[in-house]
């Protein structure tokens, strides 16, 4: 009688760790908006805070950066330039639109990436990638146009998280090999070393207030998205096709909605369910195809 429960166990722990962090992630807007620093700075927060403990846990868990080739270490430095910068755009964009707009948009890069598979391939789209595509199209479309409909800032915020989505792109092709090579935790630590700095110069530049009176929403950003959100994650994609995560990847914008509607009365028609069911969809659709796509490509 063992076994099965056994069995049962070991599905079901990686599973509730990857929805546990879909819904930690899906707080960092929220945490944002509660932040009492400027919304970049609340992001230079939740990547400084954190390297501490990412270096403490990569340290314990064996993964040492010694003997490593330099290319990849540098590799691992401009990717975290690029999440530094996918940061600092969807906290900007997090202030101006509604919370679901803003964790859609900024979780495009599966779609962002299965396209640029397309062009390194020098191909076309097929099957269910056509519909990726489309779905993510007209998804996009009504949520612009719903936004424009509220407020022309709103629209504004929605392109500052799409512009994130890209940038989240980038910055998973420039891990890719780190997190095998390296390990999650390190690669984690090092790309925190380079995003950090990208953070608090873009937060000086805009002239934001940096150093926070109240401490709690940037130690609980820091604590939920990059240590327990992230950490969930490492743990639990290895476990599951991308199908599975493309469908838990589903959670993030359900919980921004429910919180934006009980904590900021952002209300959603039947409108915006169709665009984030559409671009929700693309995002699973995007997930299935991108990573034999984007190995194919890489090859």
Known sequence: MEAPVDSLKSRAVPMLALLGGNVALALGPWLVRLADTGPVSAGFWRVALALPFLAA?????????????????????????????????????????????????????????????????????????????????????????????????????????????????GYLLTMQDARRTLGGWSALTLAGIASAPVLLAIALLLGEPVWPTDWRPVVLLAFSSQLVGQGLLVYALRHFPPLIIGIALLTQPAVAAIVGWLQFGEVLVPLDFLGITLVGSALVLARIAQSQAVQAART
């Open 57 to 169: 846990i990569a340290f314990a868990s064996g993964q040492r950066l010694t003997g490593v080739d330099r290319r990849l270490v540098w590799l691992v430095l401009l990717g975290g330039v690029f999440f530094g910068l996918d940061i600092a755009s969807w906290h900007l964009g997090i202030g101006e639109t509604r919370l679901a707009n803003a964790v859609l948009f900024g979780n495009s890069g599966s779609v962002i990436l299965m396209i640029w598979a397309f062009i390194a391939l020098r191909r076309s789209p097929k099957g269910r990638e056509w519909y990726a595509i489309l779905a993510a199209l007209s998804g996009a479309a009504i949520l612009l146009g719903r936004s424009f409909e509220i407020s022309q800032s709103n629209a504004v915020g929605d392109m500052f998280c799409l512009l994130a989505g890209l940038l989240y792109a």
